[in-house]
């Protein structure tokens, strides 16, 4: 795991960004699978997966291996230090149902600012100022609504315009307004615009505050044109975020699963990434 730093001239970190550089060295089969325990039937989705290291050679896997699941490219809910549930000739296996396990949450609400002057289906009116304003429909709370399936890109954004040909120069800024109902299952919870746009951070920038004109949660966040991905977390006041309380989980949920291998060698100081696996539950199966 590598984490890139970018400061200014003052020293001042302005962002950073991990990545993992990793050798092909085992292979790695994943699938998901509907979670057996009865209390998150419909709730959790359940990683299952092998390591094939046939060509490798593994003297002790128990001790030289170690992997991460990730859920949708997102480190915070990683799942760690997972042993093998068993060992089958070259094959190491990892069919748990608990622990390796993940809250299916819910698609992502998503909104497209590609054309500056056009509304589309997520924005409900735009004004211009300095910077045009798009007024998305204010948003409803889906934890207690049945499932329904539409494509999103698991909290993702793609900059575009229609203004222009070149988005890194041409696509504009514009300042987006977002809108959640207060109810009593908030709390005195912090509530946040929740996406990739900012690196799944809760800072000031996208935290939502109270309106007591219209009794919404509100936040105004100013973003360049494209197509983006979002939902609401909250955090109470000891600092446990909630990432779905207000959009619910279900088991039919779209999402991208990554499995990483690490391997230290004896007498190594670090650990080296050795494979990679993904999966997605799209093909989920009880």
């Known amino acids: 795991n590598y984490l890139l730093e970018i400061y200014n001239q003052r020293g001042d970190l302005q962002f950073s960004r991990r990545f993992v550089v990793y050798q092909d060295l085992v292979q790695v089969g994943a699938y ?3 979670a057996r325990d009865y209390q998150f039937l419909n709730q959790k989705q359940a990683v ?3 390591i094939n290291s046939s060509g490798f050679p593994l003297v002790n896997p128990l001790k030289e291996v170690k992997v991460a699941i990730l859920q949708n490219y997102h480190w915070p809910t990683a799942l760690y230090n997972i042993s093998p549930q068993f ?6 296996v990892y069919r748990y149902d608990k622990e390796t396990s993940f809250f299916g949450g819910n698609e992502f609400l998503n909104f497209d600012t590609k054309d500056l002057r056009a509304p589309t289906a997520a924005i409900s009116k735009i004004e211009f100022e300095d ?3 798009h007024y998305l429909f204010t948003n409803r709370y889906r934890n207690q609504e049945t499932y329904t399936y539409f494509p999103d890109i698991n909290g993702d954004f793609v900059i575009r315009t229609l203004q222009g040909t ?3 120069r041409e696509a504009e800024y514009t300042d987006v307004h977002f809108s959640l ?4 299952i908030l709390e005195l919870d912090e509530v946040y615009v929740f996406g990739k746009f900012n690196n799944y951070a809760l800072e000031e920038i996208n935290k939502m505050r109270y309106n007591e004109d219209n009794g919404n949660m509100e ?3 100013r973003l360049k044109q494209g197509f983006y991905n979002y939902k609401y977390v909250t955090r109470n006041d000891e600092g446990v975020v909630a990432l779905n309380l207000v959009g619910g989980n279900y ?9 990483l291998v690490y391997y230290r060698n004896f007498g190594d100081l670090y650990d080296s990434v050795i494979g990679v696996g993904t999966a997605n539950s799209r093909e989920i199966t009880n």
Not at 87 to 92: D, F, K, R, T, V
Not at 251 to 259: D, R, S
């Open 166 to 168: 070149d988005v890194a």
């Open 251 to 259: 088991h039919f949920t779209e999402n991208n699963y990554t499995v």
């Open 32 to 34: 998901i699978k509907r």
């Open 131 to 133: 910077v045009y304003q």
């Open 181 to 184: 109902p207060y109810t009593e």
């Open 87 to 92: 060992i089958l000739g070259n094959e190491l």
């Open 219 to 221: 936040a105004v966040i």
């Open 48 to 50: 299952h997966f092998t």
